[in-house]
């Protein structure tokens, strides 16, 4: 580099984060010094960093150049999320660099980055790169809980020295900022990280700090301890009580669940006294993901109230709390019948935000569907064409944020999609949205954004925007759990369960790593040839719950040889003793418990 103001932009190929070093040779005196500014997309490379210090400046850093001497970034001023580095010259003269380096930090307790106990593989290549990019995103971040942001923001530059949580290892919602806890976020970095890397000890870090801050009448903190762990969220306690149920199915944590049991109790508690007469909560504390408006009976809250309870369920039958087992399904089935009869809009075949409103956003009518609270398929299935309908050509456009299609409930709508049994249009919605992020020349090609706006330009404030947010990686886990089929039960004689969604695909394989053991499944479909054929791995005394497509055809199934259902001839014939029961529900032939390792063969009765 040579005469003030020159500058080098090097390219990472994707986005990395940690402490840069730069190795210098010639320099032409002894007062030359460079410049080091950071950004995630190309738009912003040049003297001046992007923003993530939530100033309106984040500037460069400083650098005294020797020769053949060396500069590493100060710890605090990590930088935890970046694919461009533009090195520069303050001075006049010239200085010659002979190597710059990375100390890479995310994902602390990884001793290998590249050893997932995850995997999944389909005979479409985009959604195998949407797959690891959601991977590659969470594990960006992934943070040691020291390296934190400052807030409030600093007077000048950025820290990243903050202690933002519990443990050795944290997972937060942005590589670059906020690097903090967020619950809301967690609901789907969290399936993540659990489906692809087998973390759980970053989400039981976070966990125990997010418990840690609970206040006196039982509400969880909106966020890590960097903001004051301020009780101001209906959804994001309630999203916090979301990962404790997710926690315990990929950790097996009995005792974590038993030891805090009353303090979940005592967060229930605080969501169930705020329903109404109506049956629904009413929100009155507005904070949330981003959404524009909030307040009063919104769907989603109460989609998320009625999942809670679900979960609260089961893992009284955990805690050994019967009591608490039956009040919380009890009062489950009180808000799904509250949710259909007070927030349907038959005219518009949609959820309304809140009783009485035109709004029917995306993120309460993908969350209603994902959690089966509609009191019929139509309902699921409706719901599902219109959030199709609202589409542009660069992703689901959300209606409760101003001209955005926010990734956070774009997360949401793919797995109501597969819930509503539209595998295809799922799969569509992925290549398009998801496929958009990995391609686009402004995004890092290597992970997933906080959101953008419907012409594809970024929201927010498109400097401060994260490109490396967990929020953004439903499809991920919905890859794994609904296309490949593998997930857990909410039962403790049969852990898991293996239904296929195949869609438009051909050939998956795929492999979870569960408390009891890994499970995993490699099928090939053939439409035209009408044909299905799966080989699933478990623990010889795991036993799991399979479903079988159909596609609604009269079909043989058999496992490892033997005939276990057939609805060919005209007649029904079942032989299951061996698997527990077989029925026929919808598209699928459910088998309700089946232990070890089995080949699965169906094919369509030819006359």
């Known amino acids: 580099m040579q005469g003030m103001g020159s500058y080098i932009v090097f390219d990472f190929g994707k986005e990395v984060g940690g402490i ?80 710059v380096t990375l100390s890479f930090t995310p994902a602390p307790t990884l001793t290998d980055l590249r ?9 479409d290549d985009l959604l195998n790169r949407v797959w690891y990019a959601g ?23 950025w820290l990243n020295d903050e202690l933002g949580g519990s443990g050795a290892t944290i997972l937060v919602d942005g590589a670059k900022r906020d690097r903090a806890i967020w619950p809301g976020d967690l609901g789907f970095s969290a399936l993540t990280a659990f489906l692809t890397t087998g973390d759980t000890l970053s989400m039981k870090n976070n966990l125990n700090t997010l418990f840690a801050g609970q206040d006196g009448n039982g509400c969880l903190p909106v966020a890590g301890p960097e903001f004051g762990a301020p009780c101001i969220s209906d959804t994001y306690h309630l999203w916090t009580l ?23 109790k005592h967060a229930v508690a605080f969501s169930t006294a705020k329903i109404g007469a109506r049956g629904l909560l009413s929100v009155t504390m507005t904070a949330d993901w981003g959404r524009d408006v909030s307040g009063g009976e919104e769907v989603s809250a109460n989609a998320l109230l009625f999942q809670v309870l679900q979960d609260a369920s089961f893992l009284a039958s955990i805690a050994g709390d019967s009591t608490a087992q039956s009040l919380y399904t009890g009062t489950a089935a009180s808000v799904r019948s509250a949710i259909n009869l007070y927030l349907w809009d038959a005219g518009v075949g949609m959820y309304m935000d809140v009783p009485g409103s035109s709004l029917h956003p995306q993120d309460g009518n993908s969350l209603a569907v994902w959690f089966e609270i509609p009191d019929s398929t139509a309902k699921s299935v409706s719901i599902s064409a219109a959030l199709k309908g609202r589409w542009n050509q660069f992703g689901a456009t959300t209606p409760e944020r101003t001209n955005a299609i926010a990734t956070f409930p774009g997360s949401m709508e793919v797995m109501a999609h597969f819930v509503a049994g539209d595998d295809e249009t799922a799969l569509s919605l992925i290549r398009l949205q998801w496929g958009y992020m990995l391609s686009s020349p402004n995004g890092t090609g290597s992970t997933f954004w906080e959101g953008y706006l419907q012409d594809g330009s970024f929201d927010y404030d498109p400097l401060y925007m994260s490109l490396a947010h967990g929020w ?3 499809p991920t886990s919905a890859l794994t759990n609904y296309v490949a089929g593998v997930g857990p039960e909410l039962s403790s004689s049969v852990p898991f369960h293996v239904i296929p969604h195949p869609g438009d695909l051909t050939q998956v394989s795929a492999t979870v790593s569960l408390p009891q053991g890994a499970v995993s499944t490699s099928w090939k479909y053939s439409k035209n040839g009408s044909s299905f054929l799966e080989n699933i791995t478990a623990p010889a005394g795991m036993s799991g719950r399979y479903g079988i497509p159909t596609a609604g055809r009269p079909i043989n199934i058999s496992i490892d040889g033997q005939m276990v259902w057939s609805t060919c001839g005209g007649g029904t014939v079942s032989s299951g003793t061996n698997f527990g029961n077989v029925s026929e529900e919808g598209n699928y032939v459910y088998l309700s418990s089946v232990a070890g390792s089995h080949t699965v063969i169906a094919d369509v009765c030819h006359s």
């Open 20 to 99: 840069a070093s730069l190795q210098f040779g010639a320099v032409s005196d002894s007062a030359q010094s460079v410049f080091l500014a950071f950004s995630e997309s190309v738009l912003y490379t040049g003297p001046q960093s992007d923003l993530s210090s939530g100033r309106p400046q984040d500037g460069s850093l400083s650098a005294a150049a020797v020769s053949n001497g060396t500069y590493s970034v100060p710890p605090e001023n990590l930088r935890g999320g970046f694919r461009y580095l533009t090195i520069g010259l303050q001075t006049n003269g010239s200085v010659e660099l002979s190597a």
């Open 115 to 123: 050893a997932y106990s995850g995997s999944f593989r389909s005979n």
């Open 135 to 157: 991977a590659y995103t969470v594990q960006m971040d992934t943070i040691d809980p020291r390296q934190g942001r400052i807030w409030p923001a600093p007077a000048s530059l």
């Open 242 to 264: 979301i990962g404790v149920n997710n926690y315990f199915l990929y950790s097996g944590d009995r005792s974590w669940v038993i030891s805090h049991w009353p303090q979940i």
């Open 472 to 474: 953004a990686t439903g």
